[in-house]
């Protein structure tokens, strides 16, 4: 979105005083299985999320070195982590729902010619009390474009790939292990209504998560002609959860400065969608922030009714291996 904060609160300003909707680039939220990871968490299918980890691995830091990207950050104090790094934490922030207590980084080059870092460990402590690993690199030959995602909760577990984003590996405490697919009964039907575009059968891939992030912005500024902009509610990645990349990325950088110390992160915006904004940022009037609703509000679909499985509890050994539902 920009290079520092000061930029960030200048576009924000600009957006608020213009009654302008501002849409970040977070295309791997749009996933409908990921999406559908994030339903699964907030209906408690795993129970309390206890861990996460993150890693998004590619090599393009070693075979193409002199290439645009490069170029791009080279004025940047950011290589990895401003680009595979915000990306990851967006997935975190969204997909459980939880908020930042403080960070602690460590930022390495292994590459001479590389303007600034090429791998990057976070480690982030949340407000709801579990740690949460994001590991991004530019140099590991393996990997063309390897983003992993995996949550642990108290009653099971949940794994998602780039390389196959159409399956969802989920396990739960005393039963077999599943591959959920958007095929899959009763999740076909819950992942349509929420806006799954390709017919059943098909394989979504990354251009179709792009088209999806376009296609709710593209509603939400619909609405907008035709509704009041206070009342606007959108799924689209907004100017906020930009704001708080930028913020996250400054705090991750002060820590690897600091010999990976741990880093106080504050809150970037008010937590109540109706409340003011934060102090140095005043608001015009008639606008209100849920104008910019971040993607971490955002309604949770309710699957209970999908009957994945019965509630589990941590010592309960009274279902069988294979007791599942589905």
Same mark, same amino acid.
């Given at each position: 979105?920009?290079?520092?904060?000061?930029?960030?609160?200048?576009?924000?300003?600009?957006?608020?005083?213009?009654?302008?909707?501002?849409?970040?680039?977070?295309?791997?939220?749009?996933?409908?299985?990921?999406?559908?990871?994030?339903?699964?968490?907030?209906?408690?299918?795993? @129970?309390?999320?206890?861990?996460?980890?993150?890693?998004?691995? /590619?090599?393009?830091?070693?075979?193409?070195?002199?290439?645009? /990207?490069?170029?791009?950050?080279?004025?940047?104090?950011?290589?990895?982590?401003? $680009?595979?790094?915000?990306?990851?934490?967006?997935?975190?922030?969204?997909?459980?729902?939880?908020?930042?207590? &403080?960070?602690?980084?460590?930022?390495?080059?292994?590459?001479?010619?590389?303007?600034?870092? $090429?791998?990057?460990?976070?480690?982030?402590?949340?407000?709801?009390?579990?740690?949460?690993?994001?590991?991004?690199?530019?140099?590991?030959?393996?990997?063309?474009?390897?983003? !992993?995602?995996?949550? $642990?909760?108290?009653? @099971? @577990?949940?794994?998602?790939?780039?390389?196959?984003?159409?399956?969802?590996?989920?396990?739960?405490?005393?039963?077999?292990?599943?591959?959920?697919?958007?095929?899959?009964?009763?999740?076909?039907?819950?992942? &349509?209504?929420?806006?799954?575009r390709l017919p059943q059968g098909c394989?979504?891939?990354?251009?179709?998560?792009?088209?999806?992030?376009? &296609?709710?912005?593209?509603?939400?500024?619909?609405?907008?002609?035709?509704?009041?902009?206070?009342?606007? /509610?959108?799924?689209?990645?907004?100017?906020?959860?930009?704001?708080?990349?930028?913020?996250?990325?400054?705090?991750?950088?002060?820590?690897?400065?600091?010999?990976?110390?741990?880093?106080?992160?504050?809150?970037?915006?008010?937590?109540?969608?109706?409340a003011s904004p934060v102090p140095a940022?005043?608001?015009?009037?008639? !606008?209100?922030? !849920?104008?910019? /609703?971040?993607?971490?509000?955002?309604?949770?679909?309710?699957?209970?009714?999908?009957?994945?499985?019965?509630?589990?509890?941590?010592?309960?050994?009274?279902?069988?291996? $294979?007791?599942?539902?589905?």
């Amino acid at each position: 979105m920009c290079l520092t904060e000061e930029e960030a609160s200048k576009l924000n300003q600009l957006a608020l005083e213009k009654h302008l909707l501002f849409a970040v680039s977070y295309p791997y939220c749009f996933f409908s299985m990921l999406r559908y990871a994030r339903d699964l968490i907030v209906n408690n299918a795993i @129970g309390e999320v206890c861990s996460v980890r993150i890693s998004f691995l /590619q090599n393009k830091g070693i075979l193409d070195t002199p290439n645009w /990207q490069m170029g791009a950050h080279a004025n940047t104090n950011s290589l990895s982590f401003s $680009d595979l790094g915000l990306q990851s934490y967006q997935i975190l922030r969204f997909v459980t729902n939880m908020n930042p207590s &403080r960070v602690s980084a460590c930022l390495s080059k292994s590459i001479d010619s590389h303007p600034s870092e $090429d791998i990057a460990g976070v480690l982030v402590h949340m407000k709801e009390g579990c740690y949460c690993q994001l590991s991004v690199s530019k140099v590991s030959l393996l990997h063309e474009n390897d983003l !992993t995602v995996e949550i $642990d909760g108290l009653m @099971g @577990g949940i794994r998602w790939e780039l390389e196959k984003p159409g399956e969802l590996v989920y396990q739960r405490v005393n039963m077999n292990r599943m591959i959920l697919t958007p095929e899959s009964p009763p999740i076909i039907d819950h992942v &349509r209504v929420q806006g799954g575009r390709l017919p059943q059968g098909c394989q979504e891939n990354f251009v179709d998560a792009l088209m999806n992030m376009y &296609r709710v912005f593209f509603n939400a500024l619909d609405t907008g002609y035709y509704k009041d902009m206070p009342l606007l /509610q959108s799924g689209y990645t907004s100017i906020l959860d930009g704001m708080e990349g930028i913020v996250f990325q400054s705090r991750i950088m002060e820590s690897s400065q600091n010999g990976c110390s741990w880093i106080v992160i504050h809150p970037t915006v008010p937590t109540d969608p109706i409340a003011s904004p934060v102090p140095a940022m005043p608001m015009p009037t008639g !606008t209100n922030y !849920t104008n910019f /609703q971040m993607m971490n509000t955002l309604p949770f679909s309710d699957i209970r009714q999908m009957n994945l499985a019965p509630p589990v509890a941590i010592d309960d050994n009274s279902l069988v291996p $294979d007791g599942t539902s589905v």
